[in-house]
């Protein structure tokens, strides 16, 4: 077992904790430690096929709590998002898109802290397509399809399990529409297969630690995770631009 099979396999035992608990963040938090060994054309080919395993963890625990209505519009979103984030990777630098990826969430931030905490809105069609829209867009080009759909999350204001199922049902989806993009582009080599083999185990055995935190989580607590973790995510791509 070589060096870079034990960081994957412990990166997504992380990964998969982080995901399990909140439904989104698990590569934010994975992604950056494999980053140290791993170059950025395999590992993010790597990072949508782990996201998948995570996500389908997810649906198995939670899908029965998915908002199918809702669903629909961030699915319908995320399709030409998922196409145009591929073109980005082939075209544009990693890291003028990172800066301008980790502005935006941060910016959303600062908004978010000067709403009013935990108010909930009505479903909005539109908003939902966005963010599967932008989702698409950022998991294709670097595998964070997190922030925008959890951005949705927060505005209507679901209880954990729901955003838990409906996420997950939603990143299922996205995610193997992605891989099969990749896969027609020759992204997903031997080498993206041969590390997926530690880190699906990785993200099981993360998931599986996860359940019992899931299960203590309250609304607001939620939330504040969701912020904080979109919150990381903000400062890890600015670091990693400059």
């Known amino acids: ?41 395999t590992l993010i080919p790597l990072a949508c096929v782990l996201n998948v395993a995570m996500d389908i963890g997810i649906v198995c625990l939670y899908g029965r709590y998915c908002s199918r209505k809702e669903l629909w519009p961030m699915l319908l979103g995320t399709i030409p998002g998922s196409v145009l984030g591929l073109y980005i990777l082939q075209v544009i630098s990693g890291s003028t898109l990172l800066g301008s990826v980790g502005i935006v969430l941060l910016l959303y931030i600062v908004w978010q802290c000067t709403a009013k905490p935990g108010r909930e809105h009505a479903p909005n069609h539109f908003l939902g397509a966005l963010g599967g829209f932008f989702s698409g867009v950022l998991g294709s080009a670097i595998s964070f399809d997190g922030p925008p759909v959890g951005m949705y999350a927060l505005y209507r204001g679901w209880s954990p399990h729901q955003a838990l199922g409906t996420l997950g049902v939603y990143f299922t989806l996205r995610g193997l529409f992605a891989c099969c993009l990749l896969a027609h582009a020759g992204l997903l080599g031997d080498d993206v297969v041969s590390l997926a083999c530690y880190g699906v185990p990785g993200v099981a055995i993360g998931i599986i630690l996860a359940i019992p935190v899931a299960s203590r989580l309250n609304a607001e607590l939620f939330r504040r995770v969701l912020m904080a973790i979109i919150t990381c995510a903000g400062v890890i791509c600015l670091w990693r631009a400059f």
């Open 1 to 41: 077992m070589e060096l870079t099979h034990i960081v994957v396999f412990l990166s997504w035992i992380l990964g998969g904790f982080i995901s399990g608990a909140t439904g989104i963040g698990g590569a934010m938090v994975a992604f950056p430690i494999a980053a140290m060994l791993i170059p950025m054309h």
